[in-house]
C-alpha cells in the first residue's frame, strides 16, 4: 500500500495539498487486492484508471441521511457535519458506548454485479483510537447454497481526512454490500465519513501494434484528421491506452478541460482530482502574447494542452488584408518551441461581430501559417454553435462560413441555460441531442476533430439533474467529441453563474475530471 500524510493548508474544495510519500510495501496481497491510504486531494498514482458510474447512492450524505442506517443504534447515533470535503455535508458516528458500530447503506448496495474488478473508497477522520474499516461483503448464490466472503481494509483514524481505497474482482452475479465499521467506539467518540464509492474498472483501451498497411478504421476510432500525414502522425499514446498525434489529436477518449476565472490557474482542480487537466483553456488579447506563451509553457510541462483564443490586433478588414501575417508568424514560431502540443484558435465566437466573410478570410490566412510553424501546432476555430444549428443559419452555417484551409480542431461554446435568471428555457437542455448529433455529423464527414471549448450549467440544473454534466461529457463521447472544457466563471452579464465552487457542481466536475485521459508523465 501507500500511505501519506495530510498537511494543514487548504485549497477551495477544503481539502489538504499532497505531501510527501511516506512508503510502500508489494506482495502476495497485490495478487489478490490493492489496497490505498491517502490523503484527500493526494495523487494516487492511478491517473490511468478508468473508472464507470458511481453505484452506491448517496455516498456524499448531500442527501442527508436517505439511505444510511446505523447497528447497532443503540452504541452511537448519526449526525450530519458541515462543512466537509468537497461538499456540504459527511455523515458523524458519535458515540453512546463501547462496542463495534456498522454504518450501512440500506439494502444491497449493488444486487447483481458484472464480472471485473471493483474499487471501493471512503473518506475517514475521527478521534484518537478509533479504528474505521472499509467492508465490501460478496455473496454469491448457486441453487440454495449463499456462499460469502469479505473484503476490508482497516486503519487508525487520523485528525485529518485520508481515504481508505480497495480493489478486488468478483465473478458475475455477485451480490456486493459496502459498509463503513468502527471499532473501539466510545462515548463522545466520533468517527467521521463521506465520499463512500464503489465503481467497476472499465477496460483500457488497447492500441494495435504499427503495420505496414494503415488499418481500416474501427467505427469506434475515429481517424485522425490531417491534411499533412508525414507531420501529423500518432506518436504516443494517451493515459487510456489511446493514440495521439503530434498536434495532440487523440485516436480515442475525450479530454476535459476547464477555463478558470481570468486565466487563472486550474491547480487545486488538478490537486483534487490527481492528475492535470487534458486541455486547459485561456483568453488573450493580441496584446498579450508574452502571457499567453508563459501560460502555455506551464501547461505543457503540467501535461496539459493548451487551448489558446486570441483576438485580433487589427480589424477584420486589416487583418484579412494581411496586416496580422507577421503577428499570426511571430506567434506560431513561439509557440512551434513547445514540448509538446498546443491549439490556437483567432477570434472566437465571431458571429455578429462584423462581416463573416472577412472572418473567414483571416481564418485561410492564418491556418497555413499556424500549421506550418510546426507540427506540434493544431489550428482550431471556435464558434457558438447556437448559429450553426438554431439561429442565423443562412448567415452562419457551417456551410457557409467554414474556412478552406485544414482545421485540426473545430471547437463549439454550447451552454445549458436552464435556471438563468430571465431563461425561456423550461427544463434541463439535452446538449447531445441539439448539439452533439448534428454538429457531430458534419465533423465525421468531413474527418475534422471537434469538441465543446466552453459549457455551463447552473445550480438549479445540478440540483434537478444531479447527473447533468456526466451525461453530457458521455454523450459528447459517443458522437466523437475529443474534448469537453468547463467555463469556471460567472458570466459578465450576471445573469448566473456556471461557478464549480457550487459544491454540487465541483464534484461532479472531479469525477468526470477522474481518470479522463491526458498526456502521461514521460518515461
Not at 463521506?194 to 488499418?215: E, I, M, Y
Not at 465571431?350 to 492564418?366: C, H, L, N
Not at 472544457?485 to 448566473?496: E, I, K, L, Q, V
Amino acid at each position: 500500500m501507500t500511505l501519506e500524510t495530510t498537511g494543514t493548508a487548504r485549497n477551495r474544495f477544503g481539502g489538504a495539498p499532497p505531501t510527501t510519500l511516506l512508503g510502500m510495501v508489494s506482495g502476495i496481497l497485490a495478487l489478490v487486492a490493492s489496497f490505498a491510504l491517502v490523503p484527500e486531494n493526494a495523487a494516487s498514482g492511478q491517473t490511468s484508471t478508468r473508472l464507470g458510474r458511481e453505484l452506491v447512492t448517496n455516498g456524499s450524505f448531500e442527501d442527508g441521511r436517505r439511505g444510511w442506517r446505523v447497528k447497532p443504534d443503540r452504541r452511537a447515533r448519526l449526525k450530519l457535519a458541515n462543512p466537509t470535503v468537497r461538499s456540504k455535508r459527511a455523515a458523524v458516528l458519535v458515540g453512546k458506548r463501547s462496542g463495534r458500530v456498522t454504518l450501512d447503506d440500506v439494502g444491497t448496495t449493488v444486487g447483481r454485479a458484472q464480472a471485473g474488478t471493483y474499487r471501493a473508497s471512503v473518506l475517514l477522520k475521527g478521534s484518537r483510537r478509533v479504528k474505521g474499516t472499509l467492508v465490501v461483503q460478496h455473496r454469491i448464490t448457486t441453487g440454495r447454497q449463499v456462499t460469502t466472503r469479505t473484503t476490508r481494509r482497516a486503519v487508525a483514524v487520523r485528525r485529518g481526512w485520508s481515504r481508505v481505497a480497495v480493489d478486488f474482482s468478483v465473478r458475475a452475479g455477485t451480490a456486493l454490500d459496502v459498509r463503513v465499521v468502527a471499532r473501539r467506539m466510545k462515548k463522545g467518540r466520533t468517527l467521521s465519513v463521506d465520499q463512500v464509492s464503489l465503481r467497476r474498472h472499465l477496460p483500457r483501451a488497447v492500441t494495435p501494434p504499427p503495420t505496414t498497411k494503415p488499418p481500416v478504421p474501427s467505427p469506434t476510432v475515429r481517424p485522425t484528421p490531417t491534411a499533412s500525414p508525414t507531420t501529423d502522425v500518432p506518436t504516443k499514446t494517451l493515459t487510456n491506452g489511446c493514440a495521439y498525434s503530434s498536434r495532440g489529436i487523440p485516436a480515442c477518449g475525450t479530454y476535459v478541460g476547464l477555463a478558470v476565472g481570468s486565466n487563472d490557474l486550474p491547480t487545486d482542480f488538478e490537486e483534487s482530482a490527481g492528475q492535470p487537466l487534458g486541455v486547459h483553456r485561456t483568453f488573450w488579447q493580441g496584446s498579450q502574447v508574452d502571457g499567453a506563451v508563459a501560460m502555455a509553457t506551464r501547461d505543457v510541462a503540467d501535461r496539459s494542452i493548451p487551448w489558446l483564443s486570441f483576438k485580433l490586433p487589427h480589424t477584420w478588414p486589416e487583418m484579412a488584408a494581411g496586416a496580422g501575417d507577421a503577428w499570426a508568424r511571430d506567434l506560431a514560431t513561439r509557440l512551434a518551441r513547445l514540448q509538446g502540443p498546443v491549439w490556437v484558435a483567432f477570434h472566437h465566437e465571431p458571429e455578429k461581430d462584423g462581416d463573416i466573410r472577412q472572418w473567414t478570410a483571416i481564418q485561410e490566412r492564418f491556418g497555413p501559417i499556424v500549421r506550418a510553424a510546426g507540427p506540434n501546432i493544431g489550428y482550431s476555430v471556435i464558434l457558438t454553435g447556437f448559429h450553426q444549428v438554431f439561429g442565423e443559419t443562412e448567415t452562419y452555417g457551417l456551410d457557409k462560413i467554414w474556412p478552406r484551409t485544414t482545421v485540426d480542431v473545430a471547437g463549439f461554446d454550447v451552454y445549458n441555460r436552464y435556471g438563468v435568471p430571465g431563461s425561456s428555457t423550461t427544463s434541463p437542455a439535452d446538449l447531445t441531442t441539439q448539439y452533439f448529433k448534428p454538429l457531430g455529423g458534419w465533423m465525421k464527414a468531413r474527418k475534422i476533430a471537434w469538441g465543446v471549448a466552453e459549457t455551463g450549467y447552473t445550480h438549479q440544473t445540478a440540483v434537478e439533474d444531479p447527473h447533468w454534466l456526466l451525461d453530457t461529457y458521455h454523450g459528447l463521447s459517443m458522437n466523437g467529441g475529443i474534448a469537453m472544457s468547463y467555463f469556471d466563471s460567472r458570466p459578465a452579464s450576471a445573469t448566473g453563474d456556471w461557478l464549480l465552487t457550487d459544491p454540487v457542481r465541483g464534484q461532479q466536475y472531479l469525477d468526470i475530471l477522474r481518470g479522463s485521459p491526458h498526456i502521461p508523465t514521460a518515461p
